[in-house]
């Protein structure tokens, strides 16, 4: 069978590609065309736009690109059309791929799935028409939106997780490692180790570094490591980190994490990782205009939670300190009871155990390619 699939960022690329592994595994003869990037091509077929020629973020950058936006739009409609797949698999990237979507499903027949639900849960719930009209079959990685599609009269199919998996494989990759390994390899104390992940964009990093790194100052008796974004620069972190001498890490997020005591994250997927790893978190993310900030998210935005280990849970399991919240001498508070407060982490990670149990086993990719395959075949009966 033939398949078209759109991604329009680097997490789509990753996803993307794991998912066309796996549908080779399954379909011998699969054949693919896509808008994605180096991960999604190295599994074979044609690119036919990289991701990176694509991903206009904000208002303002979307508004001065929009004549490449459409005629990126314009072509893979096109590229679709011209392919003539027996299936279009599009990953997350809302604001393009619901147009291609309406596009698709009013001018062919071509069967459109989704795979990674865009975040309709937590603003633009509106999208969940649009998904009904032109989405056929929709793939998650998250439980809770099972039970929020229900509630708009959609049925979704959840798959697993991608980061249980790769988690699962770094854990299978690396049996032989060892901390004294590590430490070693990374010429780091062999004091206990605070994971330091302070996001993977420089406006992340730039707001969140400084304040983590004076939040823990006190806490000598451990090292802070910080975890190198990819496409980060070890000069950049330096900017923000002033005379302290915290060693940075590249390319090691999951080392780091498996070694540590505690972690200090900014909101995102690696809360998640954090999570996975059963290391003790606080969530940091400093915003701009914090008390306004923090009104648009309780009254204008669909979600209790900025993080997806609450998301998950859907409670507090761990403390977010963002927006009107976020200070040093919360983090530092936070911090405190982390690695101190012995019922405190446990609590924590008895919650982490029942959130792991929830996501289920791995296999995320191969259940998503199954359903697919299993669903076309059914189709030409």
């Known amino acids: 069978m033939k398949y078209f699939l759109v991604a329009g960022e680097a997490s789509g ?30 599994q074979g077929g044609k690119l036919i736009k990289h991701y990176r020629e694509m991903a206009f973020m904000g208002f303002i950058p979307v508004l001065l ?3 490449t ?43 459109v799935y989704y795979y990674i639900s865009p975040k309709v849960w937590a603003w633009k719930e509106y999208r969940v028409k649009s998904f009904k009209k032109y989405v056929d079959k929709m793939l998650s990685i998250l439980p809770f939106e099972v039970e929020f599609y229900k509630r708009h009269n959609y049925q979704i199919d959840y798959v697993g997780n991608p ?9 299978e990759k690396n ?72 060693k940075i890490v590249f390319d090691q997020t999951y080392r780091v994490l498996q070694y540590a005591e505690a972690a200090l994250v900014t909101s995102g997927t690696a809360t998640l990782e954090t999570a996975l790893f059963r290391v003790p978190q606080v969530v940091c993310y400093k915003t701009p205009i914090p008390h306004v900030v923090y009104w648009v998210f309780k009254n204008l935005l669909h979600t209790k939670y900025i993080s997806l280990v609450n998301l998950i849970a859907d409670k507090v399991v761990v403390q977010e300190l963002f927006a009107k919240f976020f200070s040093i001498e919360a983090i530092r508070n936070e911090t405190d009871k982390l690695l101190n407060n012995a019922a405190y982490r446990n609590n924590m990670l008895s919650n982490y155990d029942c959130i792991i149990n929830t996501l289920g086993e791995p296999g995320a990719s191969e259940h998503a390619a199954s359903i697919i395959t299993d669903s076309l075949k059914q189709k030409e009966l």
């Open 69 to 111: 936006i459409l005629r990126n739009m314009k072509m893979c409609n096109e590229e679709i059309i011209k392919f003539q797949p027996d299936v279009l698999i599009l990953i997350d990237y809302p604001g393009f791929n619901l147009k291609v979507a309406k596009y698709i499903k009013t001018h062919t027949q071509i069967p």
């Open 175 to 246: 049996k032989e490692d060892s901390r004294e390994k590590f430490i070693t390899e990374n010429m780091l104390d062999d004091k206990p180790i605070i994971a330091l992940l302070a996001g993977s964009r420089q406006q992340e990093i730039k707001d969140n570094l400084p304040a983590m790194l004076k939040a823990i100052e006190q806490f000598t008796d451990y090292q802070p490591i910080i975890a190198g974004a990819p496409a980060i620069e070890a000069d950049y972190y330096k900017k923000y980190m002033g005379t302290n001498p915290c």
């Open 13 to 42: 690329d990753l996803h993307g590609s794991n998912l066309m592994a796996a549908l080779k595994e399954q379909d011998p003869d699969a054949g693919f065309c896509f808008f994605g990037g180096d991960l999604m091509a190295a």
């Open 65 to 67: 690109n929009l004549r």
């Open 163 to 171: 980061v249980v998996d790769a988690v699962a494989n770094f854990r």
